[in-house]
């Protein structure tokens, strides 16, 4: 398996890009609830609306229908005279509820009050298709009642049709036998009690509901607003009040202690690499003198520099580690030959690893160019990572070392393979951590094999600031394969050249 691992550290983003993005999110989520309110409360205004006109049209035909009985139970003294005779004076109901339904539309702008029916016997009462359809609909016994919005003139109203049935007095009229002449001097239908004798058609005009419905929406919608802004600066006051002020004052007294811990681990870690030094330097002067050691002496002698060597490289280590928290490992940038850096990393590691009965073996390609980069961190890269791989790999076993121009233009490999035990693929991203490692070959106790778990941390920040990246490939059982990959023009080329291929993988590098 291979993971890349040269990715860019998470920025910290400042409160105040917290809070643009947070005002942000909230007027998304205030603006999409204020669409949703407003959609509803339309909804239900028209819903309102409906609901009111057809309250009052209903109270309009039942109002009617009262004339229109009045009219009809009267018809008896209407037309009976006082000594008893019977006189028809040409009032019954039909005639009384026109004539009241004609005063009514007179006197109220934009209402209209008729009668309407099927074959009617006056050009006023034929109705129009709205009629018509609700006129069908009584007579097949499904509706007492049809209404809907509609637009007359270019003006909203409510259109309501009512059901009128025949009474008993209703068939002096309209009764049997069919095709006799009435009393009014029409022919009779020869229709009987309860069948449908036609309908109260009412339209009422509903600009008035409309315009009052749209002032409480407008007013709903001025509250609901304010309310949210309300909501908004009371959160963003408790953010700021509970959340960031603290969060703020905690962050700062981190950055102090953080600061003088890595100043602490700075300088305890100088004062113990001077005499780790000198160490190492009196074992080279002992082992150079002229007196003959024993076989046994001299195996002390080597154990002490070899121990004193893996203690400065840790010591080194946590130094890098501290300066680069610190944000002050500053790098200079050179012609670097990478022969010269594997012949220096072999001569710190070689020792080692015999002592260790590893082969170490390297390999530097010819055609490698000088490279733009700093010499010291380009060593630091290489000894860990080799440290590291003769660390891990059991006597007989070996590791190497090769050097080649990558497989990108610009670019050059240092690859580090061993045959140790390997590192479990879920393992492969923490042991790029500080103060992480893989378990030991095996499975005990994962500081078996020593270290302090920085090595990879320096190495993978330390790629990183030159510009390249690393990738490890590992399974368990297989060995290891870190393959490093640097610039030869430095890192501003690396920059450029990462995000031409980026752009070309439809990636944004700065998601990353």
């Not at 006082?82 to 004076?89: E, R």
């Not at 681990?265 to 082992?287: G, K």
Request: proline share 4%; charged share 25%; hydrophobic share 40%.
């Amino acid at each position: 398996m291979r993971t890349r691992l040269g990715r860019k550290p998470a920025r910290v983003r400042p409160m105040g890009s917290v809070y643009v993005r947070m005002a942000a999110a909230m007027a998304v989520v205030v603006a999409v609830a204020a669409l949703a309110y407003l959609s509803w409360t339309q909804a239900e205004n028209s819903a309102n609306v409906e609901s009111k006109v057809l309250t009052e049209a209903r109270t309009l035909a039942i109002e009617m229908q009262a004339v229109w009985d009045y009219v009809d139970d009267a018809q008896t003294r209407i037309n009976t005279n006082s000594d008893g005779t019977y006189d028809f004076k040409g009032v019954y109901c039909s005639v009384a509820g026109k004539g009241i339904a004609k005063r009514f539309t007179r006197n109220a702008e934009g209402y209209t009050i008729r009668y309407v029916r099927r074959d009617p016997r006056s050009g006023t009462d034929v109705p129009d298709p709205f009629e018509e359809a609700a006129l069908e609909r009584f007579a097949a016994g499904t509706a007492t009642e049809h209404y809907r919005m509609d637009t007359v003139e270019g003006e909203p109203v409510f259109r309501y049709v009512s059901l009128l049935r025949v009474e008993h007095n209703c068939l002096d009229c309209h009764g049997e036998p069919a095709g006799s002449i009435d009393r009014t001097g029409y022919l009779r239908e020869g229709m009987a009690y309860g069948d449908v004798a036609g309908a109260v058609s009412i339209t009422i005009p509903i600009a008035a509901y409309e315009a009052e419905a749209q002032e409480g929406l407008e007013h709903s919608v001025a509250f609901f607003c304010l309310l949210a802004i309300a909501i908004v600066a009371v959160l963003f006051w408790m953010l700021h009040r509970l959340v960031s002020v603290p969060l703020e004052s905690a962050n700062e007294q981190l950055r102090s202690e953080s600061k003088q811990k890595s100043d602490f681990l700075a300088v305890m870690s100088h004062e113990l690499r001077t005499p780790l030094a000198s160490i190492i330097s009196f074992a080279d002067l002992w082992e150079r003198m002229p007196q003959q050691r024993s076989a046994e002496e001299r195996r002390l002698v080597d154990e002490i520099k070899q121990n004193s060597a893996v203690l400065l490289n840790m010591v080194n280590n946590s130094i890098d580690v501290a300066r680069l928290d610190a944000g002050r490992f500053e790098l200079t940038f050179e012609e670097v030959d990478l022969t010269d850096v594997v012949g220096a990393v072999f001569a710190s590691a070689d020792p080692i690893a015999k002592s260790r009965g590893v082969a170490l073996t390297k390999s530097v390609d010819a055609s490698v160019p000088l490279i733009w980069s700093d010499w010291e961190a380009v060593r630091k890269v290489l000894l860990n990572l080799v440290g590291n791989a003769v660390k891990f790999t059991p006597a007989g076993g070996s590791v190497s070392v090769a050097v080649a121009p990558g497989e990108r233009p610009g670019w050059v490999v240092m690859e580090v393979r061993d045959t140790g035990c390997g590192i479990d693929p879920a393992d492969q991203e923490s042991v790029f951590r500080k103060f992480s490692q893989a378990p030991a070959c095996d499975g005990g106790d994962h500081q078996a094999a020593g270290g302090s778990g920085l090595g990879l941390f320096v190495v993978r920040s330390l790629a990183e600031q030159l510009g390249g990246s690393v990738e490890l490939e590992s399974a368990l059982g297989e060995g290891c394969r870190f393959t490093v990959s640097l610039p030869v023009e430095g890192p501003a080329t690396a920059g450029s050249d990462a995000k031409r291929e980026e752009e070309v993988r439809g990636e944004d590098p700065s998601c990353r």
